[in-house]
């Protein structure tokens, strides 16, 4: 497929970009850890250490900044104490600073010095405060429960395809669209995950903001452009009747792909943050989860029947869908943080697109069109595969 090799071409395009970008930052301390998840109530120290040994007046006096204000540390946390690193401590330039989490949300630490030039965008420790311990267990539980449901939800449509030796039923227009949504998921999934120069320019743009991309979110992305491909080499292989993709499916597919190619090469250029281009990947990914159902829908309905459309999937991904929603939900509670589950948007409606899809699939299945899956399989193939089938069936019947 062209598309993937056109993700792949932009995603390098990509990586080199941000190896560029990574440079230009000059730290001149370091907190350790950089990042810090505490519950309310607990306690933990952080080491802060210079980084520029040789520098030249005596003395380092540094002051925190919390979310880039002085003294102010609106509850998260309590005051923490100046910082003034001297020249005796040649040795060990570090000093140890002692964090009670007072309040659940998220904080950024920085800190500001007469002496050196200390840049909140590379030096600063992030804060997230967990209302409660057992809150945070339920969500990675529920995360990978999603995770679960979601991954192994592409595997009894792989599986149907295998034991009828055919892909007709399904919908080679949701299966393109598919495979391009999941490979811009993916993108923006490993970007967010990975890079923390993309990291730092999101909590910029969201200073309490909790990041949207968790690991379970990053294998599933990865895993799903997997098997899609799968589902791709059935379709090749199988028999297929005389379905394609349609007119409609490719213009909107080339669309957005040119839209991502122009969208890279603008930030490549620099007039267009990284940040912002993961985001145009992330709507495209939201457009094709918005839109990739219809078709599969509509084939059902002209066909009047659900044969070769896997309910198993549907029920998995209804599963999935569900369970995402919710952990956006048991997130924003936990870190009082309810713009999170916006900071996202591609997550928040890819679980509610997902489960009102769901819905419709099985009405279809289980109500509509229940009693036609087996009189209907021959009535379709005799009507579509009029050349090889029809012989046969006018045999048996
Ligand atoms: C840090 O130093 C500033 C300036 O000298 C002072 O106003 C402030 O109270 C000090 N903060 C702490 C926590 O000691
Ligand atoms: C800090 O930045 C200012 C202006 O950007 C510059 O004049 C100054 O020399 C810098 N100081 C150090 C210690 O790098």
């Known amino acids: 497929m062209n598309a993937k090799l056109l993700s792949t071409v932009i995603f390098i395009l990509f990586l080199i970009n941000r190896t560029t970008f990574a440079d230009q930052s000059k730290s001149v301390i370091a907190f350790e850890p950089t990042y810090l998840s505490i519950t309310v ?44 690193f001297t020249q005796q401590t040649s040795i060990d330039q570090s000093r140890v600073i002692v964090i009670h989490a007072l309040r659940n949300g998220h904080l950024v630490v920085t800190g500001q ?13 992030l804060i997230d405060i967990a209302r409660s311990n057992a809150l945070n267990v339920l969500i990675q539980i529920v995360g990978w429960i999603y995770f679960v449901a979601w991954s192994i939800s592409f595997y009894p449509q792989i599986i149907l ?28 999934n490993i970007c967010l995950y990975t890079s923390h120069d993309i990291q730092r320019q999101y909590y910029a743009k969201h200073p309490h903001g909790v990041l949207p991309v968790l690991l379970n979110d990053v294998l599933f992305s990865i895993h799903a452009v997997f098997a899609c491909f799968i589902t791709v080499g059935q379709c090749v292989f199988f028999e297929r ?21 122009i969208s890279t090469i603008v930030a490549l ?4 943050s ?12 939201l457009v094709i989860t918005t839109i990739k159902y219809l078709p599969q829908a509509w084939m059902n309905y002209k066909r009047k029947s659900t044969e070769g459309w896997s309910i198993g999937n549907i029920l998995l991904d209804f599963t999935g869908g569900t ?31 997902s489960v009102l899809f769901d819905i419709v699939f099985i009405v279809q299945h289980y109500i509509l069109y229940r009693t036609n899956t087996f009189i209907v399989s021959r009535t379709s193939l005799s009507t579509s595969n009029a050349d090889e089938y029809t012989p046969i069936l006018h045999r048996q019947s």
């Open 274 to 285: 990284t940040l912002n281009l993961l985001y145009f990947y992330s709507y495209v990914k």
């Open 161 to 188: 395809n295998f034991r009828r030796q055919s892909v007709i039923g399904l919908n080679f227009d949701f299966l393109a669209l598919n495979l391009l949504g999941h490979s811009c998921y993916s993108i923006f």
């Open 113 to 125: 010095s007469p002496q050196i030039n200390i840049s909140s965008m590379s030096d600063f420790l």
């Open 323 to 353: 369970l995402s929603v919710l952990q956006m939900f048991l997130l924003a509670a936990n870190y009082n943080d309810w713009s999170s589950i916006f900071g996202s948007p591609t997550k928040f409606a890819l679980g509610l697109f």
């Open 269 to 272: 250029t620099n007039r267009l």
């Open 241 to 261: 009747g005389k379905q394609r993709i349609s007119y409609i499916a490719r213009i909107i597919g080339s669309i957005l792909i040119i839209f991502l190619f």
């Open 41 to 84: 109530g607990e306690s933990h120290s952080v080491n802060v250490r210079l980084l520029v040994p040789d520098i030249i007046p005596p003395n380092v006096f540094i002051e925190l900044l919390y979310d880039n204000k002085l003294t102010d540390t609106q509850g998260y946390v309590n005051v923490l104490p100046n910082i003034t």
